[in-house]
Every structure is written in structure tokens, then in C-alpha cells.
């Protein structure tokens, strides 16, 4: 119940096109979704959050869609670039602050 | 701003030898957690610290334990080394140990067992 499932494992998308990233958990208690990415030899960044009182968050060209009933959220990255090819991770967590992650997507945009 | 440091970078250690990696906190922090991130995999957490006190911790054996200071930097210490000890470990330090202070990451130890 604690896991939180991501998929997919690995993504190419052209320049200027959107990449998809999805989500699913099963603990109803999670209550804070943050999204990193994470570049070789780097530690995770944190890109963006969203709390379960939301559908969608955006910031920038990073957008959070967020479905509680079917306890599904999404990462959307719009017009993507090369320098956003990285490991995506999303994450949740609940009182105490104990991140989970997911197993990460690799994210490689084409010129 | 500075943000959260780790040292060493890199370590490379023998079975069943003992180590210790710091971790400084980001100003103004008073929380650090620690993670473990295997090769491929997402980060793990191992534990977190609150105002020097242990707040919650995963599923590791006791040889994982840790510190914190009063400054809120910290240590993890691993005693007795196995080779799946090998793995990247991961400091977070954030405000308050409350479910939605963002976690920032520095950038890790690459820990190698031989």
C-alpha cells in the first residue's frame, strides 16, 4: 500500500513535442505528490507539487494533473527540449514527511 | 542560499567495514532525511531527522543509524557493510518535518563496496 507504480520506464519524444509521465498509488493517505528530476551524477530536483485539493498545477511548461478518485497523477512537460532529457521521479508522501518514489522514467528528447 | 552539501563524493569500501557520510543542511533547515538510491532504481527512504531527534525511519536494519547536530547538519553512519550497501545515499533537508515542506536534495555519495 505504500508503493507508488510509475510509468513508463523510458520515453523519446521529439523537440517541441509533450512528454507524458504517469503515476498510480494506493494509499489514500498520501497527501503531498512533489515531482524531481534528476540528472546523472545530480541529485534530485524538485519540479513541482501538488496537494490532492487540486486537478492540475502549472508552472512554467511543466503542468501536474492530478485524479483522486482513480488515484492517478501525471506529469506533463509541453514543447519539450533536449535539456529536458533527465530521470523523472514522482513521489508521495503523508504527515512526517517520508518521500516514496517511484522507479523513475528516462526521458530522452531528440532534436 | 546555500544549499545541501554531502561529503565525500565518493567512497569505496570492504565488506564489513564501517562508514560515516555527512550531510549539511540548506540555511535555514531544520530537517534532514536520508535516502538510498540503488542503480535504475527510485531513492528509498532510510530515515529522518527533527531537531536532533530520529522522526520516522524505513525499512533498514539497525546498522543504518544516524545524527543530528545542533547546527542540523547530519550523519549516517553503516556499520558492517554488505555489498548491497552499494548505492548512491542521498541527503533532503527541508523546514519542519510537515508533509508538504519541499525536500531539496544535494547531490550524494556514491558508496562502493568491494
Known amino acids: 500500500q505504500q508503493q507508488v507504480k510509475q510509468s513508463p520506464q523510458s520515453l523519446i519524444v521529439q523537440k517541441g513535442g509533450i512528454s507524458i509521465i504517469n503515476c498510480a498509488y494506493e494509499n489514500t493517505a498520501f497527501d503531498y505528490f512533489p515531482w524531481y528530476q534528476q540528472f546523472p551524477g545530480k541529485g534530485p530536483a524538485l519540479l513541482i507539487a501538488?496537494?490532492?485539493?487540486?486537478s492540475e498545477k502549472k508552472e512554467g511548461r511543466f503542468t501536474i494533473s492530478f485524479n483522486k478518485s482513480a488515484k492517478q497523477f501525471s506529469l506533463h512537460i509541453m514543447d519539450s527540449q533536449p535539456g529536458d532529457s533527465a530521470t523523472y521521479f514522482c513521489a508521495a508522501t503523508n504527515q512526517g514527511g517520508k518521500l516514496i518514489f517511484g522507479q523513475g522514467t528516462e526521458l530522452s528528447v531528440k532534436p | 542560499e546555500t544549499g545541501v552539501t554531502q561529503s565525500p563524493t565518493h567512497l569505496i569500501k570492504t565488506r564489513g567495514q564501517q562508514v560515516t557520510l555527512r550531510c549539511s543542511s540548506q540555511s535555514g533547515h531544520n530537517t534532514v532525511s536520508w535516502y538510498q538510491q540503488a542503480l535504475g532504481q527510485g531513492p528509498q527512504f532510510i530515515f529522518q531527522y527533527y531537531r536532533e531527534e530520529e522522526n520516522g525511519r524505513g525499512n533498514f536494519p539497525p546498522r543504518f543509524s544516524g545524527l543530528q547536530f545542533p547546527n542540523y547538519s547530519s550523519e549516517l553512519n553503516v556499520n558492517a557493510l554488505e555489498l548491497d550497501d552499494s548505492a548512491l545515499y542521498l541527503c533532503a533537508s527541508s523546514l519542519g518535518g510537515g508533509r508538504d515542506q519541499p525536500q531539496h536534495f544535494g547531490d550524494g555519495t556514491r558508496l562502493s563496496i568491494l
Open positions: 501538488i496537494r490532492p485539493d487540486v
